[in-house]
């Protein structure tokens, strides 16, 4: 999936000089603005300015970020940039001021050096408000970073003095409106339940059509050409018997079974009676097709659209969505289903006594880990143990490790900001060290995917997906070998790293952490939430 193009509009805080708002000749009723387009990510390594300021980060070339101050003052204003430096980020950023109809260009260093105020120069504004600044990522090297922008308006008769400062630095990428065309919203369905999620996403990606822009009409009789189109989208090649009405429930979950056994997807997962069974009823409940054997669904004589599309999605997850690729031979060497009442101690060990460090705002307890009906929850507290305001959990398989192979989970994120959703392996062997994020999280819409080594540069990468992922539950996975390291978001790749230190195995890993700026801002919202596991599995190539 493409990471979409994000677009943002946020309020700023203006800081007022010595003689405050009321005194300059601004019209406070304009509104300063910080937009950003590409791929944009909170730093967790580069501080802002002062104490509690953030930055942040992209890798997208072209990306721009840019700051509006809205002054509706005619006069010489001096412009500067925080400049975040860290060793490794892009050492020729594009920084353009727009004023008074001129625009002036320079090129910037953030490699090397010292995080610093930089000072652009001194522009003539004209008190129409259409002034800027604007970052650009020009080149494919490094990470483009920006922090904070200032502007002093300063006295038309007497330059050297300031009427105002204005430091526009409230970065706020989660304020982002991000749904696009990654998924439709139907004003007819309900948000947030499993068939708004379905015809969303299948109406999104063309498999499945609504009844217009806006309206999905549910109850309708799904049309044969609708679902034939919809399985030939799913499976290429699939075919749905001929017919002159509609498609009863009992044709879609055996001709849906019979494109799953076809698929070549690995279903080691299921139950070897499930497997070989000759039921396509019983196996199309042990795959999830349909609630159990006795589901309704099975006995409709002619499908709705919603209860289609429903029967359509869950097939897109097992064919499309999770599973290693089926250009190669696999087996599974772990599966947890999460399916009893507690963690299974004997498969997972969950981190005590605190478990934080450095900057976290929360400690990890094992209490902070509950399992029911059917998934794993991470539940996030506000509360003050371990010498942080926040409690988190970790849980790490105790013997299982492996190097190599393919890795998934299928889960949803918890529904507030702040908060770092992760699933990864990480090892150290003989002085040598990796880290592998199959994913850390960000709410609502962000996948961060990276491979750390100790002795070789970062490999990282931020997707947008315009999906709100604590909604519904997505397949995160990874395929990871000797020459590199490939990773996945519904059965389609992200990103791809190269592989020169992780060569020795590590264990499975889910674990949440409360930041301070790099998931967004942390608020009340975030008490209570969750992220919550399906499951997980790993495979190796046979």
Not at 96 to 114: C, I, L, Y
Not at 493 to 503: D, K, L, Q, T
Not at 504 to 512: A, D, E, K, M, Q
Request: aromatic share 10%; hydrophobic share 40%; charged share 20%.
């Amino acid at each position: 999936m493409k990471a979409s193009i994000v677009h943002v509009i946020a309020a700023l805080t203006l800081l007022a000089g010595p003689n405050g708002l009321a005194d300059s000749p601004v019209d406070a009723a304009r509104q300063a603005t910080f937009s950003v387009t590409g791929k944009w990510s909170y730093s967790s390594r580069v501080p802002g300015y002062e104490p509690g300021k953030v930055t942040a980060w992209t890798l997208t070339t072209g990306a721009t970020a840019t700051w509006r101050p809205a002054i509706a003052a005619a006069g010489p204003v001096s412009v500067s940039l925080w400049l975040p430096i860290y060793a490794g980020s892009d050492g020729h950023v594009q920084v353009q001021v727009v004023a008074g109809g001129q625009t002036a260009t320079r090129f910037v260093d953030e490699a090397s050096g010292e995080s610093r105020w930089i000072d652009l120069g001194q522009f003539q504004f004209d008190g129409k408000g259409g002034e800027l600044l604007r970052i650009t990522k020009v080149q494919a090297e490094g990470a483009a970073r920006i922090g904070a922008a200032r502007f002093e308006i300063r006295d038309p008769n007497n330059p050297a003095y300031i009427w105002q400062s204005r430091i526009l630095d409230a970065l706020r990428l989660e304020d982002a409106k991000i749904m696009d065309a990654s998924f439709t919203k139907f004003t007819d369905l309900h948000d947030g339940d499993e068939l708004y999620q379905a015809a969303g996403l299948l109406a999104a990606r063309k498999v499945f059509p609504g009844c217009s822009a806006t309206s999905f009409g549910p109850d309708a009789p799904a049309t044969r050409s609708e679902i034939a189109g919809a399985l030939a989208a799913i499976a290429p090649g699939s075919v749905l018997p001929s017919g002159e009405t509609g498609v009863s429930g009992a044709e879609l979950i055996q001709t849906s079974a019979q494109i799953v056994r076809r698929s070549g997807k690995n279903l080691d997962w299921l139950s070897p009676d499930a497997r070989i069974s000759q039921s396509q009823v019983f196996f199309a409940a042990a795959l999830g097709l349909i609630r159990s054997e006795s589901d309704p669904i099975a006995k409709t004589p002619v499908l709705t659209r919603g209860e289609a599309v429903l029967l359509l999605r869950r097939l897109q997850r097992i064919v499309v969505d999770q599973g290693p690729p089926t250009n190669a031979r696999w087996h599974m060497t772990f599966d947890d289903e999460f399916n009893g009442n507690t963690l299974d101690a004997s498969r997972w060990k969950s981190a005590a006594g605190g478990d934080s460090w450095g900057d976290l705002l929360s400690s990890r307890w094992p209490e902070n880990i509950t399992v029911s009906g059917g998934m794993m929850r991470i539940v996030t507290r506000k509360e003050d143990r371990g010498g942080k305001h926040w409690t988190s959990g970790n849980v790490a398989t105790r013997a299982f490790r492996q190097a190599y192979g393919y890795f998934e989970a299928r889960y949803r994120y918890a529904g507030a900001s702040g908060l770092n959703n992760a699933f990864w392996t990480t090892a150290d062997l003989n002085g040598k060290h990796f880290e592998i994020d199959f994913n850390e999280g960000h709410y609502p819409d962000e996948i961060c995917t990276s491979l750390h080594q100790k002795d070789a540069r970062d490999q990282s990468a931020a997707t947008h997906t315009g999906l709100d992922l604590s909604q519904d539950f997505h397949v995160y996975g990874c395929q990871w070998n000797e020459h590199d390291v490939t990773f996945y978001f519904d059965g389609k790749e992200i990103y791809r790293a190269s592989n020169a230190e992780a060569h020795f195995p590590g264990p499975l890993i889910f674990s949440t952490a409360v930041l301070p700026n790099w998931a967004g801002p942390v608020t009340d919202a975030l008490d209570g939430k969750s992220m919550d596991v399906d499951w997980v599995r790993a495979y190796e190539k046979q």
